[in-house]
């Protein structure tokens, strides 16, 4: 074999394994927030109010962020590409879990293994595609991978409300059973050997913490990310109580929102690079401004789809810009960094399920998208121009 045909073949290996972690990040993505699109039926078939069905996702959010912050040191010397096969293999597991679940008991069970598989895989997922392929390849290979997630949010999430209006939600879960079963697979023959990197431990992540301009983007991120997921967790009930929308429309407007999340993935993908920091305060602002003028506009259901549309393309460029930003400003803590801002969003999304629903619970979803506001001018006002995230210049 000539040089080149060497190289040509270990750069299709490298992006085959790309698209695996892809696939995983878009069925991890799909169990994790399938409870949005199915919340109404199955508050319903558990008995529980929608307040407490949207707890399901709080409490994977619990989960996995403690699973985010002991993973590289539970993972100790272990060899990367079998943790993560350990992780999709518990994903199989909590995905037969909720669909067998018969209490509320057994679903936050099954949550809780699922927040797991979610903690764990994002807090090695970053460090991962940095050892997958070239440093200059890093932002396009961490857009197709979450191009992962803007698969299932445009076809998870419409997928799962129409099939579980016909068939059932649990017939919705044990329909991922076999797809994730089959990435498993995929990522036995794709992955390469990922042998750990020395020995981690708590010092890493607190060494990494006390870096200033790094503590600032993290609390920016759990902002960004709160402001999003108090809003998302509860958009079924804002649609059918505002917009007034039934199970034919629901799946379409759904839709709409995650097909333009194929937008912002490939837009992220092509623009991000350097100068991140100049992008960071863009997804809150935008998707703050998209949650208010939904409270102004719900009555339309035009004005709706075109909103979800806006913010549907940035929420997945949101995940592409911190993790670029995360990638060039602690790469050489890049597992340590990875677990802290998994941490980070994963608790920011436990805490919006958890004050969303409370804010629903007690006033009304017209409070639960004011609370997403608020925390979206927050981030916005810490952000400012996003020199003060960046790491000093040597």
């Not at 394994?17 to 699109?37: G, R, T, W, Y």
């Not at 949550?111 to 807090?123: P, Q, Y």
Request: glycine share 10%; net charge positive.
């Amino acid at each position: 074999m000539t040089d080149a045909a060497f190289a040509h073949t270990r750069s299709n290996a490298q992006w085959g394994a790309v698209l695996s972690m892809s696939l995983c990040v878009a069925l991890l993505i799909a169990s994790e927030f399938m409870p949005v699109s199915l919340l109404t039926p199955m508050a319903a078939g558990l008995d529980a109010s929608e307040g407490a069905t949207g707890q399901a996702i709080s409490v994977s959010g619990l989960f996995a962020l403690a699973a985010s912050l002991l993973i590289t040191t539970a993972a100790g010397q272990f060899n990367r590409k079998w943790v993560l096969i350990a992780l999709t293999a518990l994903i199989l597991a909590s995905l037969v879990m909720v669909a067998m679940a018969r209490n509320f008991a057994v679903l936050i069970i099954a949550r809780a293994v699922l927040g797991i598989c979610i903690g764990g895989f994002w807090a090695l997922a970053t460090a991962v595609m940095m050892r997958l392929v070239p440093s200059g390849d890093v932002p396009k290979a961490l857009s197709i991978m979450y191009g992962g997630q803007a698969i299932a949010a445009a076809f998870a999430a419409p997928l799962g409300a129409y099939l579980g209006d016909i068939f059932g939600w649990r017939v919705v879960f044990w329909a991922l059973t076999p797809l994730v079963a089959l990435n498993l697979i995929w990522h036995l023959i794709a992955l390469p050997s990922l042998p750990a990197r020395g020995r981690r431990n708590f010092g890493a992540l607190i060494e990494v913490l006390r870096r200033p301009y790094f503590l600032r983007g993290l609390i920016a991120a759990m902002l960004s990310w709160g402001a999003a997921f108090t809003m998302f967790t509860y958009l079924r009930p804002f649609l059918e109580q505002v917009t007034g929308v039934d199970a034919t429309l629901l799946p379409i407007l759904l839709l709409v929102l995650g097909v333009a999340g194929f937008a912002g993935t490939w837009a992220a993908g092509r623009f991000v690079g350097d100068g991140v920091e100049r992008l960071l305060k863009l997804p809150a602002l935008v998707m703050g401004g998209v949650t208010l003028a939904l409270i102004l506009t719900g009555s339309s259901t035009l004005a709706v789809g075109i909103l979800l549309a806006i913010w549907g393309a940035m929420n997945t460029a949101l995940s592409v810009i911190f993790m670029t930003w995360m990638s060039q400003n602690v790469d050489d803590q890049a597992e340590a960094g990875g677990s802290l801002m998994v941490a980070a969003i994963q608790g920011s999304i436990l805490l919006g399920a958890v004050i969303g629903g409370l804010l629903l619970d007690a006033f009304s979803i017209t409070a639960t998208f004011a609370g997403a506001i608020a925390l979206a001018a927050a981030a916005v006002a810490l952000i400012g121009n996003g020199q003060r995230m960046l790491k000093p210049a040597n």
